[in-house]
Every structure is written in structure tokens, then in C-alpha cells.
């Protein structure tokens, strides 16, 4: 079974933090992404990233970068922590672009900032 | 562009009753759907896909969805609810002409099965 694992359930950080979330998957996906999830919004794209230093923008980058330096391997970085930032975050990976499998998700990172 | 609605913010059914969440899409090119489930405090998990072919897909759980072209829906049902399907529950659509790798996911509907 595929495997996608986030670094912490729960965070809190203060306003103007540098925030790093953690994300490794064990199954060699190509792709990963980082969604936010808000009630009444659903899923939104942050970013998304199809190979090793790869990286596009999603539907909401404002705020956020990535890295990923390593395939398995994939964080969401707040350079500088808002209040309206506070939200969960869900890790995902697929296997490639262009394939029709799908997401497997991490359980999620439910950060605070105060 | 690719869009998903889920007109329902909430369905709530009698355990025993079959269920049925609503799901529409808008793609240019040809779709490819998925529903997905989430529990309290979990990630999503998968239940189920159209990719082609049978219009009816079955998946996890007891769970069905027929895809509608002509109506771009992709609605999940389930001829008996369990108190344990109550859950969140999310739509998305792949382009797969335009848009490869990413989804677009639904604002979810909240389904709640009483005993």
C-alpha cells in the first residue's frame, strides 16, 4: 500500500514564523501536491511538483513555496506566517502526469497560527 | 478550465435507506472522475473512478457511481447507508487532454446516516 506520510498532525506558530511542512511518500510517485482544505472550499491547489526540483504554482501559491530535493520527498514552506494561513494541509501523490490513477493522501497537517 | 460541483452541502439518510451524493463536472476535453472520502481528523481515501467504459463503476465500501455525459454527472450512491458511511465526501475531475496530473475537487458534501 502506498504510503504518505506528513511530518506533524498538528502545528502552532506565531504571526511572521518560517513554517515547514514535511512530506515523504514510499511508493516512487512522480507526482505530489500540497492542497489546503477549508470548510466550505473544499481542496484547494497550493502546489504541485512532477519530478525531482519540478515545481508549478496551484490555484493559491500566494504565501507558500515548495522544495523537493528528493523524489519522495516534498514541503510546503511559509516564509512568513499569516493568520489567515491557518488551515489544513493535505500532502498528496499520484504516480505520473498524464495517468488516470489516483491521489493518495497524506492525514493531513492542521496548523494554527497565532 | 475544469470544474466540479457538489450542489449538496449536506445529504442526511436513515441507516438502511440508499443514499445518493450529487456530483457535476465541466471539462473541455474528456474526464476523468473520482470520488473520494474523508473521515474526522484523517486524509482523504480513495473510493472510486471512471476512467472509460462501463458507465457504472463500483468501488470500496458498497459504493457505485454512474457517469452521465450527456449530463456531466457523476453522482455516488449506495443502495443501503450505514451509520459508518457518514463521512465527508469529495468529487473530482481530471482533464486528461489539458490539465495531466492535476484535479479539481469539489467543496464536499457532509453525509450523515441516522440510525
Known amino acids: 500500500d502506498v504510503k504518505v506520510t506528513q511530518s506533524s498532525r498538528y502545528l502552532v506558530k506565531r504571526t511572521g514564523e518560517k513554517v515547514f511542512l514535511e512530506c515523504v511518500q514510499d511508493m516512487d510517485h512522480e507526482n505530489m501536491f500540497w492542497y489546503r482544505q477549508d470548510p466550505g472550499l473544499g481542496l484547494r491547489l497550493i502546489y504541485f511538483s512532477y519530478d525531482v526540483k519540478m515545481k508549478e504554482k496551484g490555484d493559491i501559491p500566494e504565501g507558500y513555496s515548495v522544495s523537493r530535493e528528493k523524489k519522495e520527498r516534498f514541503s510546503l514552506i511559509l516564509e512568513s506566517a499569516s493568520t489567515n494561513q491557518t488551515s489544513m494541509y493535505l500532502c498528496?501523490?499520484?504516480?505520473?502526469?498524464?495517468?488516470?490513477?489516483?491521489?493518495?493522501f497524506g492525514q493531513g497537517t492542521r496548523l494554527t497560527v497565532v | 478550465a475544469q470544474s466540479v460541483a457538489q450542489p449538496e452541502d449536506q445529504v442526511n439518510v436513515a441507516e438502511g435507506n440508499p443514499l445518493t451524493v450529487k456530483c457535476t463536472y465541466s471539462?473541455?476535453?474528456?474526464?476523468?472522475l473520482f470520488w473520494y472520502v474523508q473521515y474526522p481528523n484523517r486524509g482523504l481515501q480513495f473510493l472510486l473512478k471512471?476512467?472509460?467504459?462501463?458507465?457504472l463503476v463500483k468501488g470500496s465500501y458498497g459504493f457505485e457511481a454512474e457517469f452521465n455525459k450527456s449530463q456531466t454527472s457523476f453522482h455516488l450512491k449506495k443502495p443501503s447507508a450505514l451509520v459508518s458511511d457518514s463521512a465527508l465526501y469529495f468529487c473530482?475531475?481530471?482533464?486528461?487532454?489539458?490539465?495531466?496530473?492535476?484535479?479539481?475537487f469539489g467543496d464536499g458534501t457532509t453525509l450523515t446516516v441516522k440510525p
Open positions: 473530482a475531475v481530471r482533464d486528461y487532454n489539458t490539465n495531466a496530473g492535476k484535479s479539481t
Open positions: 498528496a501523490s499520484s504516480l505520473y502526469l498524464g495517468d488516470n490513477t489516483e491521489a493518495f
Open positions: 471539462v473541455s476535453g474528456n474526464p476523468y
Open positions: 471512471y476512467i472509460t467504459g462501463d458507465n
